[in-house]
């Protein structure tokens, strides 16, 4: 069983920062790329920022510049560090995790969610 717990969302204003951590338990063999999406009220979930198991890193658009995604394989965790925020960066933000069993079957989980709001 493989759980996902996420953390660090809240309220913050416009400008201000967050870092949302993500910290996976369970029985992963090895992890591969690691990921952040958000969804928004009426609005389909989207990428925001992905890293492989290399460290290579890829970012939307809108999260170019201001965001910044992080592993640590040790401690099976990624994070996700945002600043410069924008009420238009509201949303539940999911962690994503590939995972690879001992015979490297392939799993994807998701976290719960944890809401980031940006306001004044």
């Known amino acids: 069983q493989v759980q996902l717990v996420e953390s660090g969302g809240g309220l913050v204003q416009p400008g201000g920062s967050l870092r949302l951590s993500c910290a996976a338990s369970?029985?992963?063999?090895?992890?591969?790329?690691m990921g952040w999406y958000r969804q928004a009220p009426g609005k389909q979930r989207e990428l925001v920022a992905t890293?492989?198991?290399?460290?290579?890193?890829n970012y939307a658009d809108s999260a170019k510049g201001r965001f910044t995604i992080s592993r640590d394989n040790a401690k099976k965790t990624v994070h996700l560090q945002m600043n410069s925020l924008k009420p238009a960066d509201t949303a539940v933000y999911y962690c994503?995790?590939?995972?690879?069993?001992?015979?490297?079957?392939?799993?994807?989980?998701w976290g719960q969610g944890t809401q980031v709001t940006v306001s004044s």
């Open positions: 994503n995790i590939e995972g690879f069993s001992f015979t490297w079957k392939k799993s994807i989980y």
């Open positions: 890293i492989t198991s290399e460290g290579i890193t």
């Open positions: 369970g029985s992963i063999f090895r992890l591969g790329t």
